[in-house]
């Protein structure tokens, strides 16, 4: 009787084995709600329509929480197969040059059709090294964009299908707005990210030398020239006067926004997902104002949000199972559903195409104004991107001095010049780390 | 049948006290002696390379004026939560003491702060004194402040303070409440007798027999300020407007960890541990001896 149920059960045992094994593919990530919901509807998809490999996304907290996860989990050992890292950590990613494979050696090696220029000029600029390899795949790329209050305009008496195109414009309509008792004009989300790293690539002015530390670690900041001190000493002002309220360095400024207090907002153009869902008023998209004395603005945006690292160490066959998935991820239907449900922009001008073709955006307008931006001009050395090492310091310093503005307690050329002094520390630093 | 003072076993204490010993050796002296070793180290976040450097982070941390800055923000912080924290919850505990009917209510309820987390304590505050949304915020609003912690930094400094001191009050008052129950009561009957008032009464027998907790509490709530505030200063202001509620442990966390500079971060710790140890020497050495037991 015994031996019966012994054999049964070793049976059974040998039944519930998988009848080939599949390969665990770790994916961390910092898509949280909705996002990361979409994040696991994509990996079920690749998982159902193949048995070989098994992608597992894991939510890690905070882009800067996953990577340092990453990090640390690389010293022991056990680091995952892909990692979600955000567009600052690029340059300290790229340097890690052990510790992470190549998306085009990857995708060479697994023998999977990958072509940089199906992508969108802004999006592979950011991500590739100077000899026009992409080192990281593109997963969710935003840019800021221009959001206006209809309903305030309306009272203020502007016309809420002419946003202001030029900053000299929005200063006029925010006296307007002002005069007709909107305390709030103006707030905005990644201040850093906004009036510093875009507004420069915006007009074609650099952000730091050396193609913004694209072509060099010897890169140094230059954003206290006069035209940067201006764009800050109008903020500063505007602060001081209580018409542009801060709100914190990520993405705060968005619900000053939606609540109706701030009437103008300048934000990632994924936070439209959040506006729509929100706001109870009528809201319009449009592109980032910029000062027109400047020769060649407007020239283009540069992207935020975050690519896809594969980190060392792994099997070859797992790395051809990350290439199967990547390769699953550019297929253009993938990447509208991706663009149409999130707010990021796609990726590839294939899908851009096909989310032409079905209309979406003759209904949501708005969707294309981030697009049609990052576009607006072929990327110059000073609009492809930047790439400074330990850039999550740099940017707080930034954002450090930026808020000593906004705060009244300094002038905007002392933060500049503070700020420049500040961050070509850590690039020093950085530089001499990874020589 | 004689009692023995002395413990017979020879290997028996060695046995029980290990574990506290083997815990403390993991988590504090390998930690701390590997701080000191990257200290020395300026390396890649993942440890690919590193090269010994001596000195040069500290050099360079006693160059950099925001750590300076670091310095006195604690300073002020420490000093605010420690004060208004034992100030706040002795005048509780006296209070407290006082009262006959719902007395342990007002005990009880006095010390459930202490369960909240420091995190949570500060996400709890921050709500409150959220700008656009917090209750007291717009009670500020009404009266005509101009209440924004994400601009102002002396806003900031204070929002932190209430949160890591209301957590603390708590704790403070239990010790106060038990150093209360010990002075006898015959004292301070013969002061009444004498014609002493309430507040002379306090002032020249309560504080000084309280004195011996007084200083443990100052102790306790230093250190407390100094490290277990992490978490309020985490949650709300994330050591900003502009540096201005970064205290030194959370430019520790802050530039190791999201500013991957682990040697910078290591220097800051080992400068950071050796004031603790230099406060908690003079402490014990000097105040110690004022100390009426």
């Known amino acids: ?435 | 049948m004689e009692k023995r003072v002395v413990f017979q076993s020879r290997w028996l204490p060695y046995v029980l006290v290990a574990p506290q010993i083997a815990i403390t050796v993991i988590f504090f002296f390998w930690p701390a002696v590997q701080a000191g070793y990257f200290s020395f180290l300026v390396q890649d976040p993942f440890g690919q390379s590193s090269s010994f450097v001596w000195f040069q982070n500290f050099r360079d941390l006693v160059r950099d004026t925001n750590y300076l800055e670091s310095f006195q923000t604690t300073a002020v912080f420490s000093l605010a939560v420690a004060a208004s924290g034992i100030a706040i919850s002795l005048l509780l505990a006296v209070m407290a003491e006082r009262v006959v009917r719902g007395a342990t209510i007002y005990k009880t309820l006095l010390i459930w702060p202490y369960a909240v987390a420091p995190a949570v304590a500060g996400v709890l505050w921050a709500f409150l004194f959220a700008p656009s949304l917090g209750i007291v915020a717009y009670w500020l609003e009404r009266l005509g402040v101009n209440w924004n912690y994400n601009v102002n930094g002396g806003q900031a400094m204070l929002l932190v303070v209430i949160a890591a001191t209301w957590k603390q009050i708590s704790y403070n008052f239990l010790f106060f409440l038990a150093g209360l129950q010990s002075i006898p009561r015959s004292l301070l009957e013969a002061a009444a007798i004498d014609g002493a008032s309430p507040l002379r009464r306090f002032w020249t027998i309560v504080f000084p027999l309280l004195s011996p907790t007084t200083f443990f509490l100052l102790v306790i709530n230093v250190v407390y300020a100094f490290f277990d505030t992490f978490g309020v200063i985490d949650a709300t202001t994330e050591g900003g407007p502009a540096g201005a509620t970064q205290i030194l442990v959370y430019k520790v966390y802050f530039d190791g960890v999201k500013g991957s500079d682990l040697g910078g971060s290591a220097a800051q710790s080992v400068i950071l541990m050796a004031i603790v140890i230099g406060l908690t020497v003079v402490q014990f050495r000097f105040v110690e001896k004022k100390v009426q037991y």
């Open chain 1, 1 to 435: 009787m015994i031996r019966k149920i012994l054999v049964a059960a070793a049976a059974s045992l040998a039944a519930a084995l998988p009848v080939h094994a599949q390969t665990e593919i770790q994916w961390w990530h910092s898509m949280d709600g909705a996002l990361g919901d979409k994040v696991n509807e994509l990996a079920n998809k690749f998982n159902a329509s193949q048995k070989d490999y098994k992608v597992v996304p894991v939510f890690k907290g905070t882009y800067p929480e996953s990577m340092t996860a990453a990090i640390a989990a690389y010293r022991a050992g056990n680091a995952p197969h892909i990692l979600q890292v955000f567009e600052v950590g690029t340059a300290t990613m790229m340097a890690a040059k052990g510790a992470i494979v190549p998306v085009y050696k990857l995708m060479k090696d697994a023998d999977e059709p990958f072509n940089p220029k199906a992508y969108l000029g802004p999006v592979s600029g950011y991500y590739t090294d100077p000899k026009g390899n992409m080192l990281s795949f593109p997963f969710n790329s935003s840019t800021p964009v221009f959001y206006i209050n209809k309903d305030e305009f309306r009272k203020a008496g502007l016309d809420p299908s002419k946003p202001p195109k030029t900053w000299k414009e929005f200063l006029a309509d925010a006296d307007k707005l002002k005069a007709s008792g909107q305390a709030c004009v103006y707030t905005t989300s990644w201040p850093s990210w906004v009036h510093i790293e875009n507004f420069s690539a915006w007009h074609n002015v650099p952000i730091g030398t050396k193609e913004n530390g694209m072509a060099g670690l010897d890169t140094e900041f230059k954003i206290n020239t006069p035209l940067h001190v201006r764009q800050i000493a109008m903020l500063g002002d505007l602060a001081k006067k209580n018409m542009f309220r801060y709100a914190g360095r990520t993405n705060q400024g968005g619900a000053k926004f939606t609540s109706g207090e701030c009437a103008m907002l300048t934000d990632s153009t994924g936070a439209q997902a959040n506006i729509g869902r929100d706001a109870k008023f009528e809201w319009g998209v449009s592109e980032l104002p910029y000062w027109d004395d400047v020769k060649g603005a407007p020239q283009n945006s540069i992207i935020g949000g975050a690519s896809l690292w594969v980190m060392g160490g792994k099997t070859n066959n797992a790395y051809k199972g990350v290439a199967k998935f990547f390769s699953f991820l550019s297929r253009p239907e993938i990447q509208m559903d991706w663009h149409t449900a999130t707010g990021y922009v796609p990726i590839t001008t294939a899908a851009y195409e096909l989310t032409k073709k079905s209309g979406y955006y003759a209904k949501y307008p708005g969707r294309e104004v981030a697009i049609k931006q990052l576009m607006n001009k072929p990327p110059t050395a000073n609009s492809k991107g930047l790439r400074f090492g330990n850039f999550v310091q740099g940017r707080a310093v930034i954002e450090e001095e930026l808020e000593a503005v906004f705060s009244g307690k300094k002038d905007a050329k002392t933060a500049l010049d503070d700020a420049v002094r500040r961050g070509d520390e850590i690039l020093r630093k950085f530089e001499a780390a990874n020589k």
